[in-house]
């Protein structure tokens, strides 16, 4: 009772796919390739594939496993599945845009497990190497098979030839260490809060200094955040009663960067 066929053979609703993607998406978006199932009885290697022959035999013939949990599972995703002149096939509706438009159900060919190495080598080692999120989007406009997402994923990872020709894209963090413990007023911290709502006598901001062994803060009120102001304050409220520090530690922003204050902290 699930079985569902409107009448088209398979090649001319693929045939008939292709044409109207091919007006919508990219070539780069979705690669035009031969048919990789070409030469393959699909049938008989579904009916094979532990993963999908459960599901073949209940669209056909309503048995069930014996296991209760997986004979659930079967009935409750059964109208996920089609048969189509005996080729399992999975309906999948896509979330982009574009593609709802086109194509508001895709059919997309349950991939048997001896078929997987090759829809892969197909798709990735024979399209330029696709990366895994293109490699996936190409792949589920078409094609199916339980954890296929993480299948491509250890794929594309483990490919000898991405390895060594890509380049990472994103530079790596920097790990994080723990500051060496020096003295007390050896080493200070540095930011400031702020702005916030003006004081009669005109503060906006106020800069937080302190120390890193003690952690014993201290704050002043801030006109600006310029490095002048910070300089001052730093050496008339701070270096003039607890003396000249080795280390400061600051966000990097401007006004703890620039050159007056660089000179002033040097001195
Ligand atoms: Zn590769």
């Known amino acids: 009772m699930f079985a569902v066929d409107d009448g088209r053979s398979v090649e001319a609703y693929n045939q008939t796919r292709d044409n109207s993607t091919d007006s919508s998406d990219s070539a780069e978006e979705e690669p035009s390739i031969t048919d990789f199932t070409a030469g393959y009885d699909l049938p008989p290697l579904q009916r094979e594939c532990t993963d999908l022959a459960h599901t073949i035999r209940y669209l056909k013939d309503g048995s069930l496993p014996d296991d209760d949990k997986l004979a659930r599972r079967i009935v409750l995703e059964a109208d996920q599945y089609a048969l189509i002149d005996g080729t399992l096939y999975r309906l999948y509706t896509p979330r982009s845009k574009g593609h709802d438009r086109i194509m508001?159900?895709?059919?997309q060919l349950c991939v048997p497990r001896t078929l997987r190495p090759t829809l892969l080598r197909a798709y990735h080692d024979d399209l330029s190497h696709a990366g895994h999120t293109r490699l996936c989007q190409t792949l589920k406009l078409k094609y199916w098979y339980p954890e296929m997402y993480t299948?491509?994923?250890?794929?594309?990872?483990?490919?000898?030839?991405?390895?060594?020709?890509?380049?990472?894209?994103?530079?790596?963090k920097a790990p994080l260490k723990t500051l060496p413990v020096v003295g007390p007023f050896q080493r200070i911290h540095l930011d400031h809060i702020g702005p916030l709502k003006p004081t009669k006598e005109g503060y906006r901001h106020i800069l937080v200094v302190a120390d890193s062994l003690s952690a014993w803060p201290e704050a002043f009120p801030c006109f600006t955040t310029t490095a002048e102001e910070v300089a001052n304050i730093l050496y008339n409220e701070f270096i003039t009663r607890y003396g000249v520090f080795d280390h400061l530690v600051t966000d990097q922003a401007k006004s703890f960067r620039i050159i007056l204050f660089s000179n002033c902290v040097s001195c």
């Open 151 to 172: 299948h491509t994923l250890k794929y594309v990872n483990s490919c000898e030839v991405c390895q060594r020709t890509k380049i990472p894209t994103r530079s790596k």
């Open 104 to 107: 508001p159900v895709v059919r």
